[in-house]
């Protein structure tokens, strides 16, 4: 499927990675702006002593198209949304050798507050880099629902001058029920979903992070595979995360957390885990080398898909 908005992401991502936005607790959509982000995103990192890599970087080419690969295909799914009361739509990750005949688990990979529904395959390359893991036997075939996490009515990535914005990001917030009162049950009338909790997984890049952290930790009976890379500021704080780690540490199947070395916003992360590590919640701590980036994004979303549904 032919993404429209590669050319936008080539100009824009510089901008959007140099304006991210950090923060030790959770930011509220109507305090956010371009300055708290400048300044949220210069903050000095500051290293712990477990804040190392749990995984060696992603061998070469593991997010570059194989010729003895065989390729999943993507397709455009349209759903009505009570939210914005208009027609939406996400992007969906068949993996290869897709049947109508067999039923599949679900991931849900949520984008950044400057992204749509396009980041994570125009950006990160994220259904080649599955291609490949499923070829090589790393990966469990999956569905994978691109959606886009803005819900507005005109839910077009806005101008950078208006990335940082009360309304942009009210979207995101405004999409915890778009995803469970409408794209989830239109994905599973639509394609054969493994539907139970054990089979759906969220995972989120920044913004989307911070959104996979939200619903996914307070919908346990709905999501058990839960990641959140380089999360950003909407993140809530650990506490309201989970206000019940003992319930989680039961009902959670995987937990990972991701941030790189030189990334402002990796305060964010590392409260939760943190939190997590004090209360005894397994999960994944991966701090890599890189900055807020598709590298980062990408590396982790490898070894991210090869733990999942297993």
């Not at 824009?12 to 991210?20: D, I, K, Q, S």
């Not at 070395?261 to 890599?288: A, C, F, M, R, T």
Request: net charge neutral; glycine share 8%.
């Amino acid at each position: 499927m032919k993404n429209p908005l590669t050319p936008r992401y080539s100009t824009l991502m510089p901008l959007l990675l140099a304006l991210a936005v950090a923060s030790s607790a959770e930011e509220k959509p109507e305090k956010v702006s371009s300055e708290g982000a400048r300044a949220n995103f210069a903050r000095p990192v500051v290293l712990a002593a477990d804040d190392v890599r749990a995984f060696p970087e992603a061998p070469a080419g593991f997010s570059s198209p194989r010729a003895n690969a065989a390729h999943g295909r993507l397709e455009r799914f349209e759903y009505a949304s009570s939210v914005t009361g208009k027609q939406r739509a996400a992007n969906v990750y068949l993996p290869p050798g897709y049947s109508a005949e067999r039923k599949y688990p679900v991931l849900y990979l949520l984008h950044g507050i400057g992204g749509n529904e396009y980041e994570w395959t125009g950006y990160v390359h994220a259904d080649t880099i599955l291609d490949n893991l499923i070829a090589d036997g790393k990966a469990t075939p999956m569905i994978v629902v691109l959606s886009n996490g803005r819900a507005l009515p005109d839910d077009r990535p806005p101008p950078p001058d208006r990335v940082f914005t009360p309304e942009n990001a009210a979207g995101f917030a405004k999409f915890e029920r778009d995803l469970f009162d409408c794209l989830i049950p239109a994905i599973d009338k639509k394609y054969p979903t493994l539907s139970d909790r054990e089979h759906r997984a969220i995972a989120g890049l920044s913004m989307g992070g911070g959104q996979s952290l939200n619903f996914g930790l307070s919908h346990l009976d709905t999501f058990a595979w839960i990641g959140g890379f380089s999360s950003a500021p909407n993140t809530k704080p650990p506490a309201e995360l989970l206000p019940d780690p003992a319930a989680a540490r039961e009902r959670i199947k995987l937990l990972y957390l991701s941030c790189g070395n030189k990334d402002g916003l990796i305060n964010v992360s590392q409260g939760v885990h943190v939190y997590l590590k004090e209360h005894g919640v397994p999960h994944v701590w991966n701090v890599d080398d890189h900055s807020h980036d598709g590298e980062s994004w990408g590396n982790n979303l490898y070894y991210f898909a090869q733990k999942i549904f297993r």
